[in-house]
């Protein structure tokens, strides 16, 4: 006979949540659950909860009967994925069961739960059912006295426990994207500062480097490189800075908690100090350390220590961008505003750059992410709307238009203005004078 279960080769912790689910829901509802592969292959059961009933033994206990169910678990799993929610079905030997998609990883799972009738128990419905089962190697006598004793589920109720057990899967699926996936990733991340540690360990034996005022030097440098990235926003770069620091901090300090703990505590007062050089409020510095160093407090081991510092130097790298956003956008702003007062000048991009104290080239990118229009476009579509306002005066010229409206070459403001306008300047004129 096959086996019924496979090993499912989650982690210990995933596994366990998984278990522990299943079986509350199942102790609640009194109903077998599985969850299943897209084989139909039974990766977690809650067996010692609610163990299968005498009929699906029967079946089961024949090897055809068991493939059987499988298919019959990968088919109504499939079926529950492709529409996204709970999908009720009659298995191969007629009993009733829901399915609801989950999705463990990359893997495209199910939940099955049910082997309960819908209907009271008829002569004609255990001769359906023998009929059924007929190929299998099973006793069909057995088959219909165990028949007799399955549960009964009317079809509103099949209908609520099927919805509940979704809801207990797209539980499952968020735990398992949250607190599994970043497991995971403070795994992998500290088999990187590992690799990294043995590596500098290699250095250190090679050119002896273990002279405290040698590493303390290289700490200080790894720092300071760390935050000339942070304010540059070269993330990548700063990444690489913060994981030789923290190989450092943990070669230096081995496995004692509460030192990597006051060594980190610096690491997060010099960002603070880089996030008032870069403009950030000092009450937002304030409150977001103040979370900071209770979480910190709370951190047990010095893998959670150094996963958790990669995030922290994240949220301060993207503050500090934001805070460069709101302060480049301020800067855009008060440009646009030098040019409404000064378009009737010669003035150029190097000229409102000194307006802001940016440089033209610099000033000219922000104020293009800000509102999405060069510096110059901006010039002369100020420059436009006011011609525009000034040709409807029946005594001004092209000319004395053009050269107010702060253009110098009478050809190019006609050009410019057909462009943006469709219609020439004099035309412009004309159809504005005859509607007035």
């Not at 309960?116 to 023998?130: C, G, Q, S």
């Not at 006295?145 to 589920?153: G, R």
């Not at 007062?341 to 990118?365: A, N, P, Q, W």
């Amino acid at each position: 006979m096959e086996p019924e279960e496979t090993l499912y080769t989650a982690d210990s912790e995933e596994k366990s949540f998984l278990e522990k689910t299943l079986h509350s829901f199942s102790v609640f509802s009194g109903l077998k659950a599985l969850l299943v592969d897209d084989n139909g292959v039974t990766l977690v059961s809650t067996e010692n909860q609610v163990p299968d009933g005498r009929f699906c033994k029967l079946i089961k206990a024949d090897p055809e009967g068991h493939r059987k169910c499988c298919r019959s678990y990968a088919r109504a799993g499939r079926e529950a994925a492709k529409y996204g929610e709970p999908y009720v079905f009659r298995c191969h030997a007629g009993l009733i069961n829901w399915a609801v998609p989950i999705k463990m990883g990359s893997r495209n799972c199910a939940i099955i739960c049910g082997q309960v009738l819908m209907w009271e128990i008829e002569d004609y419905f255990l001769d359906e059912i023998t009929m059924m089962v007929k190929d299998l190697n099973v006793d069909l006598g057995e088959v219909k006295l165990a028949t007799l004793e399955l549960n009964y589920l009317p079809c509103d109720k099949v209908q609520a426990v099927s919805e509940l057990l979704f809801v207990v899967a797209n539980q499952i699926m968020n735990e398992e994207g949250g607190v599994f996936s970043e497991q995971k990733s403070m795994t992998a991340y500290q088999a990187v500062l590992s690799d990294k540690m043995a590596a500098n360990k290699k250095l250190e034996t090679l050119f002896t480097f273990g002279n405290h005022g040698i590493r303390h030097g290289y700490l200080k440098d790894a720092e300071r490189s760390l935050l000339a990235k942070i304010r540059s926003g070269d993330q990548a770069g700063a990444q690489k800075d913060l994981d030789a620091i923290l190989v450092q901090i943990l070669n230096r300090n081995g496995k004692s908690v509460c030192d990597v703990k006051g060594r980190i505590v610096e690491l997060l007062v010099s960002l603070s100090q880089v996030a008032v050089d870069e403009g950030m409020n000092d009450a937002d510095i304030q409150e977001l350390n103040s979370g900071f160093y209770e979480e910190l407090y709370h951190k047990e081991t010095t893998e959670e220590i150094c996963y958790w510092t990669k995030s922290i130097v994240d949220v301060y790298s993207e503050e500090m961008r934001k805070s460069r956003n709101k302060d480049n956008y301020q800067a855009a702003r008060a440009a646009a505003e030098y040019i409404k007062r000064h378009f009737k000048e010669k003035i150029s991009v190097t000229d409102i750059g000194k307006s802001v104290h940016l440089s033209g080239s610099y000033l000219s990118h922000i104020f293009s992410e800000t509102f999405g229009r060069t510096l110059t476009e901006y010039l002369t579509d100020v420059r436009v709307e006011y011609a525009k306002k000034l040709l409807a005066k029946p005594e001004l010229s092209i000319s004395e238009i053009a050269y107010e409206s702060g253009f110098e070459d009478v050809s190019y403001f006609s050009r410019v203005f057909k462009k943006a306008e469709g219609i020439t300047p004099r035309d412009f004129k004309k159809k504005k004078i005859s509607m007035e």
